[in-house]
């Protein structure tokens, strides 16, 4: 079975920045693309971006072109997020999905 556990989300004001890791249980982590979605109460799961197994192919929803950065380290099996200029609508649960697998998710919350 695969696992995967998101951290890092926050608090944060509008402008600020947060980084989101994903760690990853499986032995097979690096064969496979990994994404990055989120959802706020009452809207649709968005995916926001995706990385490709060996970290050659990047996807970013226009939403966050130019603020958010995914990144990858196979030999820790973690993926992260970097998010920077953070905005009122990036406010939303934060999941780490792959092989169909998903995380718990992590809270972001953009506020003054």
């Known amino acids: 079975q695969v696992q995967l556990m998101e951290s890092g989300g926050d608090l944060v004001q509008p402008g600020g920045s947060l980084r989101l890791s994903c760690a990853a249980s499986s032995v097979i982590f690096g064969q496979y693309a990994m994404n990055w979605f989120r959802q706020a109460p009452g809207k649709e799961r968005e995916r926001v971006a995706t990385i490709s197994g060996i970290g050659g192919n990047t996807y970013y929803a226009d939403s966050v072109k130019g603020r958010f950065t995914i990144s990858r380290d196979n030999a820790k099996n973690t993926v992260d997020l970097q998010m920077n200029n953070l905005k009122p609508d990036d406010t939303g649960v934060y999941y780490c999905?792959?092989?169909?697998?998903w995380g718990q998710g992590t809270q972001v919350t953009v506020s003054s």
């Open positions: 999905q792959g092989l169909n697998y």
